[in-house]
């Protein structure tokens, strides 16, 4: 069993940059690949970025040269650092492994809203 939660979201305007973290509780962190997903109103959840243990990453075109994930394997943290930030960022971000599906256990994402 795993506790994921989200922080560091916020209101920021087009350009502008975040840097979302997230704090897992449980054994399974240094094991797995962990990854950032997205949400937007009315859209399904999208993969953003995933991390392996060693520090592998992949991004998701959309955020490419934009987003950058990282994780520290002795604190349990992943993080997400968003920049250039675009209207069709807006979502709420959730944290966890790369394989999750509707079955596995989410938190509650931290929302990320960007407009002017």
């Known amino acids: 069993q795993v506790q994921l939660v989200e922080s560091g979201g916020g209101l920021v305007q087009p350009g502008g940059s975040l840097r979302l973290s997230c704090a897992v509780s449980?054994?399974?962190?240094?094991?797995?690949?962990w990854a950032w997903y997205r949400q937007a109103p009315g859209k399904e959840r999208e993969l953003v970025a995933s991390?392996?243990?060693?520090?592998?990453?992949n991004y998701a075109d959309s955020v490419k040269g934009r987003f950058t994930i990282s994780r520290d394997n002795a604190k349990d943290m992943v993080y997400l650092q968003m920049n250039s930030l675009r209207p069709e960022d807006t979502a709420v971000y959730y944290c966890?492994?790369?394989?999750?599906?509707?079955?596995?256990?989410w938190g509650q994402g931290t929302q990320v809203t960007v407009s002017s």
């Open positions: 966890n492994t790369v394989g999750a599906g509707p079955y596995a256990y």
């Open positions: 449980g054994s399974i962190f240094s094991i797995v690949t």
């Open positions: 991390i392996t243990r060693g520090g592998s990453t």
